[in-house]
């Protein structure tokens, strides 16, 4: 059930340490084996995830008539499972049939049910509280049949409730398309754990809030190729700091960026690192923002990036090293940024220009960058499409996929920015953030974040960690204190410390049965809404 003291908002609290992300096709092997090993019945399965939909039914909506629509698979059967249940418990419900086929009866379990023809589909709308879509099931990757989709858009334009079965009939679950007629749900409980494309644009839009109930299944076999970072796998990450720590324990860490007139950039990024937890930032930059620097951020040492041999120290003094924010791309860039990736064997961020400068270098796509240091790269979709040598649009057509291509190709670990944003590990495993606000859409948030990620990096975590740490401190800071609209990246740095309390905060299983739950997000989140 929900849990009270929680707004939805806060919902990021009780998520489980270990979600996973599997495609579509993944959840149905994950389903097969458990069925085919023994560990679970398929019929068992079916029986949770049905009255899993129902408690989370009767607790969102707890009055009116409920409509059961019923396709032909799975997601038909949980549905009638649901509205069998809602009927015991003393529910006025209906049942529609909008499959090509009836589902198997044994899921009635002997209660006497009409399931209605499609004819009939008006007539329950009309005096319809509550719509439960089973109409389609996980596997669809085009447009819905004539049939299904009439069902789907005389749904849409009733005036009820509607919450899905599994995921809103209509989209893609692995990639998170919308290629036809698709449902608007205000809320949909899925089952075992969320797939990919619940979490991606323009599916997201779709689901509504979004619960992920925990139905029997046994730890998945094989394990799918992504996760989902949850603030209380990233609190375990990050740890306390010793009481008797040393400001080097903390990280010593460089930031280069701030061409002439970009001083704002390497500012928000150092702000970041110092809140974030670093113990001491110099910022390498042009020799015209050293009052700039020193009078924004007066903890850090200023370099002037003009001046070869304090350059060079500055890089061999650093735990870990950020270059990109307002670098520009003038001349002597390229030549830096090779010192910067030949120097050294400390952890490397790449980001913004540094990025721009790298693809132009390489001229298409580049090769393994730094084979003897571990290195993150931070692109948005634009310097992706740079980097990649393709269009912004087929990027975030399949980012998975764009993050981990750049991953394997420069054996860097990769942050894609976006809604969600992914993690790429090269040969590795994915990561998704679950946390996004229109308040992302702003000027120096990449900036504020290539500073997080470079703290956590000289904490002594890896790219992948330190990248799931920023983005889950980041949002939470954004999230918790900055105005959707009308924020500032400059608000962000003095938030970040009570995000890092906020972690401490995290109350995995304080929701039963739900492993991961996330409010309905806002249509305007879907160009760069993402942490």
Known sequence: MRVPALPSSDWWRCAAREVWLPT??????????????????????????????ARHVQER?????????????????????????????GRSVGFVRCGSRTPDPDVLAGWSLALEPPEALDRE????????????????????????????????????????????SGVDFTAGRVPGAAIRADLTVTFGWPKTGLLSFPARERVGDLISAEIGFPPPEPLPSARAVTAAWVAGLLGVRAADGHKGDSG????????????????????????????????????????????????????????????????????????????????????????????????????????????????GLPGPLAPRRPVLLTPHPGEMARLL??????????????????????????LLKGAPTWVARPGGELRATTLVSPAFASGGMGDVLTGACCACLASGLGPADAASAALTLTALAILRGVDEVGGSAADVPDALPEARRALERARPGAWTGVNLALPAVPAAAAEDGSG
């Open 252 to 363: 010593y860490l460089a930031i280069i960026g701030g061409e002439r007139g970009m001083a704002g950039a390497v500012v928000l990024a150092a702000r970041a690192a110092i809140r974030a937890g670093a113990g001491i930032v110099r910022v390498v930059s042009a020799p015209e923002n050293r009052k700039i620097v020193q009078t924004g951020v007066p903890e850090a040492v200023f370099v002037d990036w003009s001046a070869a041999e304090a350059v060079r120290s500055a890089l061999d003094w650093a735990g870990a090293v950020a270059v990109g924010p307002g670098l520009g791309r003038g001349p002597g860039r390229a030549g830096l940024m090779r010192r910067v990736l030949e120097g050294g064997s400390v952890p490397l961020v790449i980001d913004a220009d540094a990025l721009n400068v790298l693809s132009a270098e390489a001229g």
């Open 24 to 53: 579509a096709a993944e959840m149905a092997e994950i389903d097969r084996v458990a069925v085919e090993s023994g560990a679970i019945p398929e019929r068992a399965l079916i029986e949770n995830a049905g009255r899993a939909l």
């Open 389 to 414: 040598g393709t269009s912004v649009s087929e990027v975030r057509a399949d980012a998975p996929a764009a993050a981990r291509r750049l991953a394997d190709a420069t054996r860097a670990t990769v």
């Open 125 to 168: 709308l009309a005096a319809a509280d509550v719509v439960i879509d089973g109409i389609l099931g996980t596997g669809l990757t085009s447009a819905p049949r004539p049939p299904q989709a009439a069902v789907i858009e005389r749904v849409n334009a009733a005036r009820v409730a509607v919450v899905s079965a599994d995921g809103p």
């Open 61 to 89: 909506f707890p009055t009116g008539r409920v409509a059961v629509l019923a396709g032909s698979g799975h997601n038909g059967a949980d549905a009638l499972v649901a509205g069998r249940t809602l009927s015991a418990w």
